[in-house]
DNA sequence: CAGTGGTCTAGACCACCCC
DNA sequence: GGGTGGTCTAGACCACTGA
């Protein structure tokens, strides 16, 4: 680590950042996949000839923003999808009493297409660029609870398909890690209330016209790069959306 | 510091936690109020007879909760809604385009009323307590955005009137920390979507039935003990209740 | 037992703010 | 210039895990 680069300047950056930085990219390069164990960190401090304490700094940040995960005793891993802790990191909707036992994702269609200005814009692709749409209902111990219509640029999921969704029962962000690479790992919500249209109020069961959570999500993978657009159709008689504040 | 209390046993608890706790009653009790800076970390650390790098410790996990806020080269500061920062940190709705120029709360109801099941429920009080229940509406340049019905238990809030409301023109979270003492410091919400019924149709300028967010939060002072309850319904058309997920 | 992360210390120096 | 928080180091020891 050259210690000039920590001179003031400018663009000062602390060195432990620096090192966070170069942590980041071996994990976007897939040096250390979802899962691993990266080096410990006096195996860090070496490589990278700082204090063991600057290390620990970097993967402190890097844990609060959920890249990496710490076990004493074990190690510092990267986090995945496929530990069942996170599956529900990006789902808000609980039942307004209890607890769910069992959650299923009925994948209804899915297609290709050329986006439109609004997923263009949105996912930072041309317009006419291919994109791959599919719609999936899912549901809380045998009720239905929301749909969700979901925009993917098809050259990242190059072989999704309603066959592929229905011979993989996992979590979609698992199942895009796992067969895809693509690691979520951010997503803003923007959340409306809206009027249920025919084919929703049918896959939820609810009377046309009931009031229903418009929830338009944008997951970001490594470097903020948006990679799905998502728009969810909630229903909120038996569930509700939890938001904690702070 | 009694060192004898970080011995190995079933209830260990680093050092650096134990100082946080102190401080923290220190925030409780009053010792330092809203926006009042705290002693230095070297005047701390000699106060507990740690090392500063614990007393560092507690600052940072006190700070990320928004207890305290740090501004380098001046010192560390107990937060306060007063900082106009901190006016947006409760309230998640902003508008699908541009940014809110001017915000105006006027309130319409409040009277006096006995806690029934849930509002006791909620607030942990007795059925019966008295509470003062009051209604505002909150718009954004001009247009109206939201209506609040809040509940609040008496004794803590012993004047708040219409006439207190209406002489007080600032966020509702300054007048409890300004005239009561009371902070808020962390909100739970559970977010459904209903129909708008008459009342809120009017104070919101939308049609009876159309579709409104209903956001009832709960928030909570030091201690995690609730203070407050709050229905909030929200207009979507113009606004949307934004949220990041990490 | 050895290896990992977690805590705590003492001291040096830097960046920022204000007088 | 003197105070504050912010960074970085080196080293000691503790808590937890698994072989």
Redesign the pocket.
Known sequence: MNRAA???SPT?S????QIKDLMVRSLELGEWGPGDA?P????LAARF??????V??A?DEMAAENLLV???????FVSTHNDPRSLFRFLRLQPNEGEIDQSISEPVECWRAKAGQDVSRVLGLAVGTPITILRRLLSFDGEPALVDEIYLPSDLFPDLSLDVLQHNDMSLYRLYENRYGVRMIRAEERIRAIAADKVNGELLKVPEGSPLLLVERVAFTYGNKPVEWRRGFYATNRYHYFNELS
């Open positions: 920590t001179t003031p000062f602390p060195l432990y950042r990266i410990s960190e006096s195996e000839s700082v204090s063991q304490g600057t620990r700094k993967i710490r076990r004493q005793g074990k190690g510092t």
